[in-house]
């Protein structure tokens, strides 16, 4: 089966990717555009056997404006768990499964029709995703707390203090009556009275 999966990425999924712009690097593929990096990552299940693979697929941006506001190192090459936008293909495509599976009796013919339509998906969502303000609207429209620190930075730095408004009143609304807001509001509010802007908290 293992034969199987590397005969996938060689024969089909690779190709596919490189017309699309994407270069390789184990089971990584990247394309960079301007300052985002945009990833595919294929990552193989811990319990896979001779008799059985499984994979998924995650999907990723980076971007070099959000890192530094992070003030990291800007990465040529950053691996998955390094960008800022993180999902699995099937929160980009719907009808993509949660996870591949190559059994004996797995059809590639559909198995490949079915991957490549999901990461053909899965370019369309990434081509609407082109800065990194892109991203933080994503993670607006949860709302959600992952990049909130980064995100309201963003906003502020650019004068945008209704919408920051907005975005922390709708996490105040999702996440408040949960222990670990405290947390969470002190460290924005750190950050609005960095830029000099007052902190309404519900």
Not at 106 to 116: A, G, I, P, S, W
């Amino acid at each position: 089966m293992q034969q199987r999966f590397n005969d996938l990425m060689k024969q089909d999924v690779k190709p596919f990717l490189f017309e699309r712009g994407f270069t390789k690097k184990g089971l990584n593929f990247n394309r960079k555009k301007d300052d985002l990096i945009y990833m595919f990552n294929f990552q193989k299940s811990a319990g896979n056997s001779a008799d059985s693979v499984m994979f998924y697929v995650n999907c990723g941006i980076y971007a070099a404006e959000l890192a530094q506001i992070q003030s990291k190192e800007l990465l040529v090459e950053p691996k998955e768990a390094e960008c800022h936008f993180r999902a699995r293909i099937g929160d980009l495509a719907g009808h993509m499964p949660d996870r591949f599976a190559i059994h004996s009796d797995t059809c590639m013919n559909d198995l490949k029709n079915t991957l490549l339509g999901g990461l053909d998906e899965a370019i369309h969502v990434y081509d609407t995703m082109t800065s990194a303000r892109s991203i933080v609207d994503y993670y607006m429209s949860g709302p959600y707390l992952h990049l909130g620190e980064e995100s309201f930075h963003l906003l502020l730095q650019d004068n945008e203090i209704a919408t920051a408004k907005r975005y922390l009143k709708d996490l105040q609304e999702k996440y408040g009556a949960e222990n670990r807001w405290t947390i969470f509001e002190n460290k924005y509010r750190s950050i609005f009275h960095a830029f000099g802007v007052e902190f309404d908290a519900l």
